[in-house]
């Protein structure tokens, strides 16, 4: 068996080659993806009658919010960024939590939606992850982070769950340019999306909101995802760090 980098290299080899949208992003090494100036003034203020201010929801760090459900847009990879502002767009992914994203996306011109992309990859504010306690006391269902801890770095082979590490990076700080950081996001907004991910592997397309997963690879993750696992898994990525203990470097990011 292949190691689990060798797995990932590959994988992120057959994606590059097959996905016109991420390799056209990345086209200009070290380039910006588009203008953060024009993206800021989007962000902060919204766009005609159809655009709310992005901060409104994400907050003006954005660094997202539990009672809304809304992710953590800051530290997000750019190019992961521009992706899901084009899935919306096209409704090849569904914003089940408000119903707001895809009208939101569908009022960014194109260029717009890379605008946005360069400027939430501004956005550094660091966060400490969701506050498990107020969650719990709100009666939020909330797993326990040293079980997750262990789906994250091993995966859980006696049901078929890899480690999130062998596609998302140590402790889900992400990996290349196609796979999303997880660690340090929103434990309500993640809880949601692995739901939604199992879903859409399980459940009719209509009644699923996320199917936009190249060759349905986080659909397979999900699809043997206990509602335990999920709950667990979310309690440890909220709060993990991108650096590892004794290395205080946070890897480089292009
Ligand atoms: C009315 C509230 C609201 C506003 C305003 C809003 N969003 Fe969102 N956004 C959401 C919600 C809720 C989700 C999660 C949807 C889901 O998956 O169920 C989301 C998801 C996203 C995602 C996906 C992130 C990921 O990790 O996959 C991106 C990107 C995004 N929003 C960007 C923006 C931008 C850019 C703007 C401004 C132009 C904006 N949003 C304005 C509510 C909002
Ligand atoms: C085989 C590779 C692979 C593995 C293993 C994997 N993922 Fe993913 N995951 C992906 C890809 C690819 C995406 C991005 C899909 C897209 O482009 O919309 C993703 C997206 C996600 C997202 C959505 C992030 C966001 O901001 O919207 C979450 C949450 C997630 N994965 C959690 C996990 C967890 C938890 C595990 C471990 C149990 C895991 N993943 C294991 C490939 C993988």
Same mark, same amino acid.
């Given at each position: 068996m292949k190691g689990l980098m060798g797995v990932a290299?590959?994988?992120?080899?057959?994606l590059i080659a097959g996905v016109p949208l991420a390799a056209q992003a990345q086209s200009d090494?070290?380039?910006?993806?588009?203008?953060?100036?024009?993206?800021?003034?989007?962000?902060?203020?919204?766009k005609g009658d159809n655009v709310p201010a992005c901060s409104s929801c994400h907050g003006v760090d954005g660094l997202g919010s539990d009672d809304m459900g809304t992710p953590r847009l800051a530290y997000q990879v750019d190019t992961y960024i521009l992706k899901q502002l084009e899935d919306f767009a096209h409704d090849r992914r569904t914003d089940n939590t408000? $119903? +707001?994203?895809?009208?939101?996306?569908?009022?960014?011109?194109?260029?717009d939606r890379k605008d946005m992309a360069a400027y939430v990859s501004t956005l550094k504010t660091p966060f400490m992850g969701s506050d498990l306690d107020a969650l719990r006391a709100n009666d939020v269902k909330v797993g326990e982070p040293y079980k997750g801890e262990i789906i994250a770095h091993f995966g859980l082979p006696d049901h078929g769950v890899p480690a999130c590490k062998s596609c998302h990076g140590y402790n889900g700080r $992400? +990996?290349?340019?196609?796979?999303?950081?997880?660690g340090g996001q929103r434990y309500v907004y993640l809880k949601h999306e692995l739901e939604a991910w199992r879903k859409g592997?399980?459940?009719?397309r209509a009644d699923a909101a996320r199917y936009n997963d190249y060759m349905g690879l986080m659909r397979g993750v999900a699809s043997h995802l206990t509602d335990e696992?999920?709950?667990n898994v979310a309690a440890f990525l909220t709060s993990a760090?991108?650096?590892?203990p004794g290395n205080p470097r946070a890897p480089v990011r292009n």
């Open positions: 290299g590959a994988l992120a080899f057959v090494e070290g380039k910006a993806i588009g203008s953060a100036d024009r993206g800021r003034v989007i962000f902060q203020n919204g408000m $119903s +707001a994203m895809n009208d939101i996306a569908k009022g960014l011109t194109a260029q $992400s +990996a290349g340019r196609l796979f999303p950081a997880i592997a399980t459940g009719s696992d999920i709950d760090k991108p650096v590892s």
